[in-house]
Nanobody, 126 residues
Framework: QLQLVESGGGLVQPGGSLRLSCAAP????????IGWFRQAPGKEREGVSC????????MYADSVKGRFTISRDNAKNTVYLQMNSLKPEDTGVYYC???????????????????WGQGTQVTVSS
């Protein structure tokens, strides 16, 4: 059973940066598309960004375009979400999710992913 582990969350001031990591100890992520999702208190889960199995295709929510960058290092079995110019509305629990996928497949719909991590808290506040 694929297990995902997120790390890198924390408390940051508005305008600051964080880099989240999603790893799968003991598994290879080569055949998996990876998505990042977030959920703020009292709000529905939102798709933030996703990357295809090869890294050749990416997708971003409009709310994070130009500020967040998703990337992957398949040699390290890790996917990253670089978050810059953070805003208070970026606060929430961030989850990574994985799905075995066809070439260049991406999706920001959480219903299409079978494997989920436990999440990491991101708080943007002064």
């Amino acid at each position: 059973q694929l297990q995902l582990v997120e790390s890198g969350g924390g408390l940051v001031q508005p305008g600051g940066s964080l880099r989240l990591s999603c790893a799968a100890p003991g598994f290879t992520l080569d055949y998996y598309a990876i998505g990042w999702f977030r959920q703020a208190p009292g709000k529905e889960r939102e798709g933030v960004s996703c990357i295809s199995e090869s890294g050749g295709n990416t997708m971003y929510a409009d709310s994070v375009k130009g500020r967040f960058t998703i990337s992957r290092d398949n040699a390290k079995n890790t996917v990253y979400l670089q978050m810059n110019s953070l805003k208070p509305e970026d606060t929430g629990v961030y989850y990574c999710a994985a799905e075995v996928s066809a070439t260049n497949w991406v999706s920001l719909s959480g219903d299409e992913y079978d494997y989920w991590g436990q999440g990491t808290q991101v708080t943007v506040s002064s």
